[in-house]
């Protein structure tokens, strides 16, 4: 039996390592095998940008090689896989072609800035390296004048990211002495500052506090230079666009013909993709209904290594992922919060503190044994 | 044209809405139709702000019709 996962991000590497644990036997007797199809050879902890780009992190903090990271007995291959075949169980890489018994799809979402004429040129963001190591340099400048956190879709990798990014720019401004002088605005694509009503109750009270403002129902359609226009018919002016860019899914989904956007229809409760009961998808590449975060990657990567393991061993696959969450929320250098939910249970908070806000600084010199599988 | 959004989740119908109305060409009707009720709340209020005029929000069977007409 082969297991092929494609996709070297979080979801993948968790779903191999926890396969390996399960299926230490079968893997020694030859009756398993787990591939990892991965086209970068490192992992990329993308939650460590918003650290970075206030150099409190740096890149070689967060990022590792695959193969020190993946459990010795699953084979990683580093390619760049493009075509599924799924009703001939096959996957078409770069320079080769595999088979499959059981097929992970953990392709993740991308962001893809050049579909807002002028972002590009105009913007800068934090959701991929080389975005957040500009970024690190501009706000090391940045003294004066007005800065817009702006959220150009839904969805996106870790929504709370761009809530969190606003509460550091606001408390980095104010050690440099320099809040005075400037001007902080966030904006949201739908009527209130986030997607779930109790968390944005909460964000926004925090964010009158801080004397920043916010923009609702604010979707940009183009940036030029120095102004926002959006889809309203409004225009914000700036001197720094800190953007969220709008996200896409793998183009390797898009062409293999599984979706139009690259989110994989997938079952909310046992992670089959639609149609296949030998093909799971998780992580950011699926369509559900919960956020694309690497937490949600780490609980569906527990189920779906359940499921799998016993069904290759002949037991039966009863684990369900029920929709669970867990982002933390920095509210300073200090302080966080958390919240946790799951697909019938809306989030709940602690008071921003300090604990918690160590336990993520913890949690990002942690997260290495996390990709491992041990925590 | 229709926007079936039905098993998606708030926000998702709106988001389906605002990228048919960026596609679509002025005068047209676009019918989203959506499982989630706050949708029936929320899209009305975006196509107000938006300046987009709201035909109809009618409930169906186990889903909300929501049609607007793309204006400017």
Not at chain 1, 278 to 287: K, M, R, W
Not at chain 2, 15 to 24: P, S, T, V
């Amino acid at each position: 039996m082969r297991v092929a996962i494609v996709g070297g991000g979080v979801a993948g590497i968790l779903t191999a390592n926890y396969l390996a644990m399960r299926l230490r036997e079968e893997i020694r007797d030859k009756k398993a095998e787990i591939l990892l199809i991965s086209e970068r050879d490192k992992l990329l902890y993308e939650p460590g940008l918003l650290y970075l780009i206030f150099n409190k992190l740096e890149e070689k903090d967060i990022t590792k090689e695959l193969k020190y990271l993946l459990d010795p007995s699953v084979k990683l291959i580093v390619d760049r896989a493009e075509k599924l075949d799924l009703e001939n169980r096959k996957i078409k890489t770069k320079s080769n072609e595999f088979d499959y018994d059981y097929l992970v799809i953990a392709t993740g979402s991308r962001i893809v800035p050049e579909e807002i004429p002028g972002l590009v040129q105009y913007g800068d963001w934090f959701y991929n390296l080389d975005g957040a190591k500009r970024l690190r340099e501009k706000l090391s400048r940045f003294k004066e004048g007005k800065v817009v956190v702006s959220v150009m879709g839904i969805p996106h990798k870790c929504p709370v990211a761009p809530i969190e990014v606003t509460f550091l720019l606001h408390e980095f401004f104010k050690i440099h002495n320099v809040r005075d002088n400037i001007e902080l605005v966030y904006t949201y694509p739908i009527n209130r500052v986030f997607t779930l009503g109790n968390v944005s109750e909460l964000v926004e009270k925090m964010f009158e506090e801080r004397n920043i403002e916010t923009r609702t129902f604010f979707n940009p359609v183009e940036v030029k230079e120095g102004k926002i226009i959006t889809l309203e018919g409004e225009e914000e002016s700036f001197d720094l666009l800190i953007a969220i860019p709008p996200h896409k899914g793998s183009q390797l989904i898009i062409d293999s013909g599984l979706s139009d956007d690259g989110w994989v229809p997938t079952d909310k409760f046992t992670l089959e993709v639609k149609g296949y009961d030998n093909v799971f998808a998780l992580g950011d590449t699926t369509d559900l209904p919960v956020s694309k975060a690497g937490s949600v990657a780490h609980f569906q990567a527990e189920v779906l290594a359940e499921n799998l393991s016993a069904e290759i061993k002949g037991l039966p696959p009863t684990a369900r992922y029920f929709g669970k969450a867990v982002c933390f929320i920095e509210t300073s250098f200090s302080e966080a919060t958390y919240i946790w939910f799951d697909y019938e249970t809306p989030p709940t908070f602690v008071k921003p503190n300090r604990f918690t806000h160590w336990m993520k600084i913890a949690y990002n010199r942690m997260f290495w044994l996390t990709a491992r599988g041990v925590l | 044209m229709i926007v079936d959004a039905r098993g998606s989740y708030c926000p998702g119908p709106l988001m389906e809405l605002m990228k048919a109305i960026k596609k679509a060409p002025v005068g047209e009707i676009i019918e989203v139709l959506s499982s989630d009720a706050s949708s029936a709340k929320d899209i009305p209020e975006w196509v107000k702000k938006a300046g987009h005029e709201l035909v109809e929000v009618k409930e169906e069977k186990g889903y909300w019709r929501i049609v607007v007409r793309k204006v400017k």
